[in-house]
């Protein structure tokens, strides 16, 4: 099992900063992929940002120039730097790992931009 927990949550105005942090523990392969999925209210859930362990990333096109996920040197936490903030990036944020096949969340942060 792993275990996944999220931090960096908050609220900040239009044009405002946040990083989110997420950190993994429990059975860790080295052969994974983290990443970045919110949810805004009445929509589905969808993909911000991920990362392979080889340090290759992914971002979806409404978030690309604004925010960078990264991994911190032990590799079993990732960050996702956010910048130049909407209200549209108005969601809670899940981390989310995959290893041999297995899917674990966390338990999502809230992330809220005001106008």
């Known amino acids: 099992q792993v275990q996944l927990v999220e931090s960096g949550g908050g609220l900040v105005q239009a044009g405002g900063s946040l990083r989110l942090s997420c950190a993994a523990s429990?059975?860790?392969?080295?052969?994974?992929?983290m990443g970045w999925y919110r949810q805004a209210p009445g929509k589905q859930r969808e993909l911000v940002a991920t990362?392979?362990?080889?340090?290759?990333?992914n971002y979806a096109d409404s978030v690309k120039g604004r925010f960078t996920i990264s991994r911190g040197n032990a590799k079993n936490t990732v960050y996702l730097q956010m910048n130049s903030l909407k209200p549209e990036d108005t969601a809670v944020y899940y981390c989310?790992?995959?290893?041999?096949?297995?899917?674990?969340w966390g338990q999502g942060t809230q992330v809220t931009v005001s106008s």
């Open positions: 990362i392979i362990n080889n340090g290759i990333t």
């Open positions: 429990g059975s860790i392969f080295s052969i994974n992929t």
């Open positions: 989310r790992r995959t290893q041999v096949n297995n899917v674990y």
